[in-house]
């Protein structure tokens, strides 16, 4: 039987990238009352959506999460980062590639934002920063962002960066009422990167 390759446990990926407004980086344990407090928040605009912000219902649940993300890390299973404000230090959401498929090397990205932090375009600059070290750092062949058909706001963000509407897959999602769901599939291929970034430097 051939072994599974475990080789990407062993790529280096930033823990930590900077942008004109935002810090991302590892959450740490420190940070469990930040994500307690954002989750809090927030937790009318996010939790129609996802399914882990029930779990976190006091500082030691959300200490307990930055734990499985820290392990999820390490074995390159799911790679997760706080955003915070350059100004404050506050945590606005996170934003991590999940799903990966290391055989392809293909992500689906993952995000949200505490209630406080949205319509101010800090998700557009974070997605911008992980799609650039996803193509850049880790040499990715694809990145997909799946939206539910209803979830307008978190549409626009894939959108707004240039990621191709590559479907609709009807039916295909459980939502958090217990309904079918359609899910909007939204990807750049690595070449499609390549365009748009060389379309931007024309500019």
């Known amino acids: ?20 407004r935002l810090v991302i980086r590892n959450y740490v344990p420190e940070d ?3 994500l307690w407090l954002a989750v809090e928040e927030s937790r009318e605009s996010i939790e129609p959506w996802l399914r882990w912000p029930r779990d976190v219902r006091n500082v030691d649940t959300a200490r307990i ?3 499985y993300l820290q392990a999820e890390w390490i074995l390159r299973d799911r790679l997760v980062w706080g955003l915070f404000s350059k100004e ?21 990205v993952s995000y949200w934002l505490r209630k406080s932090a949205q319509g101010h375009g800090y998700m557009r600059e974070a997605l911008r920063a992980i799609t650039a070290l996803v193509f850049e750092t880790i040499s990715a062949s694809r990145v997909e962002v799946r939206v539910e058909s209803d979830n307008l706001r ?9 990621y191709r509407l590559e479907g609709v897959l009807r039916r295909d999602h459980v939502g958090l009422d217990g309904e079918l769901t359609d ?17 931007s430097e024309d500019q």
């Not at 051939?2 to 942008?19: A, F, G, V, W």
């Not at 404050?88 to 689906?108: A, K, M, N, R």
């Not at 899910?183 to 365009?195: I, N």
Request: proline residues 4%; negative net charge; charged residues 30%.
């Open 65 to 67: 999460r930055i734990r």
């Open 1 to 20: 039987m051939k072994q599974e390759d475990k080789s990407h446990i062993l790529l280096r990926i930033p823990e930590r990238i900077s942008t004109r």
């Open 88 to 108: 404050d230090q506050q945590l606005f959401g996170e934003i991590g590639l999940v799903h990966p498929d290391w055989s392809v090397v293909s992500f689906q």
């Open 32 to 34: 469990a009352t930040s």
């Open 183 to 199: 899910m909007y599939v939204y990807a750049l291929t690595s070449e499609d990167y390549e365009d748009i970034r060389l379309g």
């Open 154 to 162: 978190s549409r626009k963000v894939p959108e707004a960066l240039g």
